[in-house]
C-alpha cells in the first residue's frame, strides 16, 4: 500500500485544515488508517484514527471534538478535519496503514506502511 498525504498549509489560529490520505489501492477490511503528527524535535504521536472494522474512530485527548477523521472507501481516502487549530498543532502530519489490533491503534510501531507527510502550521 502506497499513500499519499495532502491538504496542509499554514492557517491563522481558530482556523480550520482538511487533510486527506489517499491510498494507491483499495484499502482493505484488515487495515485501519490513522493519522500521526511530528513536530520539530518531538517523537512521532497519535492523532487519530478509523478502524477497519465497523468504523471506530479513536481520537488523541489533545484533538478531540476539534479533529474528526472520516474515510471514504470509494475513493480509497481518508480525511482529517481539522477546526479550532492551536499553534500547538503545528507539525508534520502523516498518515499510516496498520493491521494491528485495536489495542494497539496508539503504537507508532504498529504501522506499516507511511505517506510522505504534509505540513501544517498554525499562526498565533
Known amino acids: 500500500v502506497q499513500l499519499q498525504a495532502s491538504g496542509g498549509g499554514l492557517v491563522q489560529a481558530g482556523g480550520s485544515l482538511r487533510l486527506s490520505c489517499v491510498a494507491s489501492t483499495r484499502i482493505s477490511s484488515s487495515e485501519s488508517i490513522a493519522w500521526f503528527r511530528q513536530a520539530p524535535g518531538k517523537e512521532r504521536e497519535f492523532v487519530a484514527t478509523v478502524r477497519r472494522s465497523g468504523g471506530a474512530t479513536y481520537y488523541a485527548d489533545s484533538v478531540k471534538g476539534r479533529f474528526t477523521i472520516s474515510k471514504d472507501a470509494a475513493k480509497n481516502t481518508v480525511y482529517l478535519q481539522m477546526n479550532s487549530l492551536k499553534p500547538d498543532d503545528t507539525a508534520v502530519y502523516y498518515c499510516?496503514?496498520?493491521?494491528?489490533?485495536?489495542?494497539?491503534?496508539?503504537?507508532?510501531?504498529?504501522?506499516?506502511?507511511w505517506g510522505q507527510g504534509t505540513q501544517v502550521t498554525v499562526s498565533s
Open positions: 499510516g496503514s496498520t493491521r494491528g489490533s485495536t489495542s494497539t491503534y496508539h503504537d507508532v510501531t504498529m504501522y506499516n506502511y
